[in-house]
């Protein structure tokens, strides 16, 4: 393949520690969906699978199916900001099918759980943009050396995407202006 879509290496261990990164994203937003909906279990058990595959489970089925049931959580929601904190569970369960093109779309399975947890967070304080600024800026300590180096191997996240799409933005060039020490 040529051009923007020629092929990233990603090892697995790669894959592991994106879905690790997503998952402790998407569990920050966990209480805004179990808030509004307390016997609706899937979100988190989204976020549990993309932990398993982290800590050296299979890639498969149950990372698809919770991101499946965390998305129908998400329709299922009452408020936008438990919507927006269901999506960043089935983004967490997704994260772990990172694509090893170098397209700008692949950046969302690297960060889309943190944006979305950011905006569930906005939400949350009556749609204040300050408070997802802060919740990006604290998602940004949670990525490890190796989220960066991955994250940096792909081109810089598209335009688009609302306001999830400007967090996107925002945390990747955030992340992207790291120096990561050798």
Do not use: N
């Not at 261990?13 to 879905?19: G, H, K, T």
């Not at 905006?119 to 940004?140: F, K, M, P, Y």
């Not at 598209?158 to 050798?182: K, N, Q, Y």
Request: aromatic residues 4%; hydrophobic residues 45%.
């Amino acid at each position: 393949m040529t051009g923007d879509a020629s092929e990233i290496v990603l090892s697995k261990q790669d894959l592991r520690e994106i879905a690790a990164f997503a998952a402790a994203c998407a569990e920050a937003a966990l209480e805004v969906f179990e808030a509004d909906q307390p016997d609706d279990s899937r979100p988190r058990d989204a976020i549990s699978a993309a932990w398993e595959f982290a800590r050296g489970g299979e890639r498969g089925k149950s990372l698809r199916d919770t991101a499946s049931a965390a998305l129908k959580a998400a329709k299922g929601a009452d408020t936008a900001a438990a919507r927006e904190a269901a999506w960043a569970a089935m983004s967490a369960a997704g994260a772990a099918y990172l694509h090893p093109l170098a397209k700008a779309t692949q950046v969302k399975h690297i960060l889309g759980a943190g944006a979305y947890s950011a905006r569930a967070a906005e939400l949350v304080d009556g749609d204040d943009w300050s408070v997802g600024a802060e919740s990006i800026e604290q998602t940004v300590h949670r990525a490890t050396p190796v989220v960066i180096d991955v994250l940096k191997r792909f081109p810089a996240a598209p335009s688009g995407g609302g306001r999830v799409g400007e967090l996107i933005r925002m945390l990747d060039a955030d992340l992207r202006s790291l120096t990561i020490a050798e």
